[in-house]
Antibody, heavy 118, light 112 residues
Framework: QVQLVQSGAEVKKPGSSVKVSCKAS????????ISWVRQAPGQGLEWMGR????????NYAQKFQGRVTITADKSTSTAYMELSSLRSEDTAVYYC???????????WGQGTLVTVSS | QSALTQPPSASGSPGQSVTISCTGT?????????VSWYQQHPGKAPKLMIY???KRPSGVPDRFSGSKSGNTASLTVSGLQAEDEADYYC????????????FGGGTKLTVL
């Protein structure tokens, strides 16, 4: 049984950065993809990007290109999503999810609320 | 504006069937058989209900089914139950050289 446990809620100032972690247990971390999806208050799901830990290769949604960095540490089975130049519109719950191939996000983290406020 | 278009709301009485559509383009829904559907209850993480257009993960009731025709995918919930009331999101691979994922705007399903 795969479990994804994310880091706790964050409050950030506009212009700063945030780094959210997602620690996986169960399964073989390197063998699947980790995606990051966010959800602003009262809004829908928005895909940000993903990483294939075994390759260390990430790709991103065009909207976040240049502002988001997704990394993975195979030694600790942990994925990270760092978002920079934060603005109020980035206030959202950020989720990590395991993509077991073919856009099959079958396990999700509990979500991390990031609040951007001055 | 979401990449995939879903109706904002749908409803049905217990025992009835409801179908939610998800319209994209030939670059996403129409170009890949990697359409997924997620159920989300308030305050909870999304739950995978359908993947690869019509496959159900273990544990998902067979009341949930998926299909696709051209650029439009559909989720049908048969024999509606109170616990099916939730938000539903479709998702698809998109692009080619830089494969990405797109979501629909979500549909609020109300069980009357």
């Amino acid at each position: 049984q795969v479990q994804l446990v994310q880091s706790g809620a964050e409050v950030k100032k506009p212009g700063s950065s945030v780094k959210v972690s997602c620690k996986a247990s169960g399964g073989t971390f390197s063998s699947y993809t980790i995606s990051w999806v966010r959800q602003a208050p009262g809004q829908g799901l928005e895909w940000m990007g993903r990483i294939i830990p075994i390759l260390g290769i990430a790709n991103y949604a065009q909207k976040f290109q240049g502002r988001v960095t997704i990394t993975a540490d195979k030694s600790t089975s942990t994925a990270y999503m760092e978002l920079s130049s934060l603005r109020s519109e980035d206030t959202a719950v950020y989720y990590c999810a395991r993509d077991d191939g073919g856009n099959r996000n079958d396990y999700w983290g509990q979500g991390t609320l990031v609040t951007v406020s001055s | 504006q979401s990449a995939l278009t879903q109706p904002p709301s749908a409803s049905g009485s217990p025992g009835q069937s409801v179908t939610i559509s998800c319209t994209g383009t030939s670059s996403d829904v129409g170009g890949y058989n990697y359409v997924s559907w997620y159920q989300q209850h308030p305050g909870k993480a999304p739950k995978l209900m359908i993947y690869e257009v019509s496959k159900r993960p273990s544990g998902v009731p067979d009341r949930f089914s998926g299909s696709k025709s051209g650029n439009t995918a559909s989720l049908t919930v048969s024999g509606l139950q109170a616990e099916d009331e939730a938000d539903y999101y479709c998702s698809s691979y998109a692009g080619s050289n830089n494969l990405r994922v797109v979501f629909g705007g979500g549909t609020k399903l109300t069980v009357l």
